[in-house]
């Protein structure tokens, strides 16, 4: 939304957006659908590490897609980690 609220200003100022993940850090819940997409991982430490990847993954997806579809290619995605 943040996003898509900007763009609609047309008034060509930049957006910055700083999005601070918690996952994939302890506690390790993600939600079952995600962890579904891990059950070729026998052990669970794993499992549910793998299930706050692809929900992260899921996240990014969609901030990229909107900054793409509301921003366009005069965008700059930098993306981190503290580890």
Excluded: M, Q
Aim: aromatic share 10%.
């Amino acid at each position: 939304a943040v996003i898509k609220n900007h763009a609609s200003l047309e008034n060509n100022r930049p957006l910055f957006l700083y999005l601070a993940y918690t996952a994939a850090h302890a506690p390790l819940v993600p939600i079952p659908e995600d962890e579904g997409s891990c059950v070729h991982l026998k052990h669970e430490w794993r499992r549910k590490f793998c299930g706050l990847v692809v929900g992260l993954d899921r996240g990014v997806g969609r901030v990229l897609d909107a900054a793409l579809s509301y921003l366009g290619d005069n965008t700059i995605i930098f993306f981190s980690s503290d580890n």
